[in-house]
């Protein structure tokens, strides 16, 4: 592990299964409460899984050929998997902004900034929480956001695609928006490694954190 801008930044080999996952991050921003760990930037792969937000209706649940996980993000049903790079962030936002969806904005615009080192033109989209861009013309979904905040520290993070299955998101409505396709950095023409959109987002990591932490007046949700 090694420190950035102060915060610790940890990355995984291998793919961590979700439950596993879920229990550190829960343990870590306890620490981070009690003041006996740092703020932490996680980096890694999941096996595949959907994974179901606080509004997710069972009915967008198609094939659960997948493990299905509850979890207590914001938002509805998403996949993890091979080939998509997974980003939890367990930051303070009370030495910050304690303005939750400001901090989504900031989420949104790191992951954007990222993909905009390899050439991808992602955006927000009004009313629409994620990271999307262009897909042959239509509008498509290349990353999913999905937060939860407790006591003003903040678990769960970004999903980006970097090269998945995108079959695989068929057994599920992807975020409840079934008239959005998802896509992929590799779907666009894009070869990205781990490693280099990691490396895109350390470079992206200091204009994010001076985000988080300045004036903000969006209107945001915090779901996926």
């Not at 801008?5 to 439950?19: F, M, T």
């Not at 769960?156 to 970097?162: I, R």
Request: charge should be negative; aromatic fraction near 10%.
């Amino acid at each position: 592990m090694e420190l950035v801008d102060g915060i610790e930044w940890r990355v995984s080999d291998g793919r961590v299964p979700y439950p596993d996952a879920l229990a550190e991050m829960e343990t870590r921003v306890a620490a981070i409460q009690a003041g006996t760990a740092r703020e932490q930037i996680w980096l890694l792969e999941h096996p595949p899984v959907y994974t179901a937000g606080t509004s997710a209706d069972p009915a967008e649940l198609i094939d659960p050929r997948f493990p299905v996980f509850n979890t207590g993000r914001g938002g509805r049903y998403t996949y993890h998997g091979p080939g998509q790079r997974i980003g939890y962030a367990m930051l303070d936002l009370s030495k910050r902004n304690k303005d939750v969806r400001c901090y989504v904005h900031a989420l949104e615009g790191w992951v954007i900034a990222a993909l905009a080192q390899f050439g991808i033109d992602a955006f927000r989209a009004e009313g629409r929480i994620g990271i999307w861009t262009r897909d042959g013309g239509s509008e498509a979904k290349i990353g999913a956001i999905g937060v939860r905040v407790r006591r003003w520290v903040t678990m769960h993070g970004f999903a980006v695609n970097l090269d998945p299955d995108l079959a695989d998101f068929g057994g599920i409505v992807p975020c409840g928006l079934p008239e959005f396709p998802v896509t992929s950095a590799a779907a666009l023409g894009k070869t990205i490694s781990p490693a280099t959109f990691d490396a895109a987002l350390a470079f992206a990591f200091p204009a994010f954190l001076r985000s988080v932490g300045g004036a903000c007046s969006i209107a945001s949700n915090a779901g996926a």
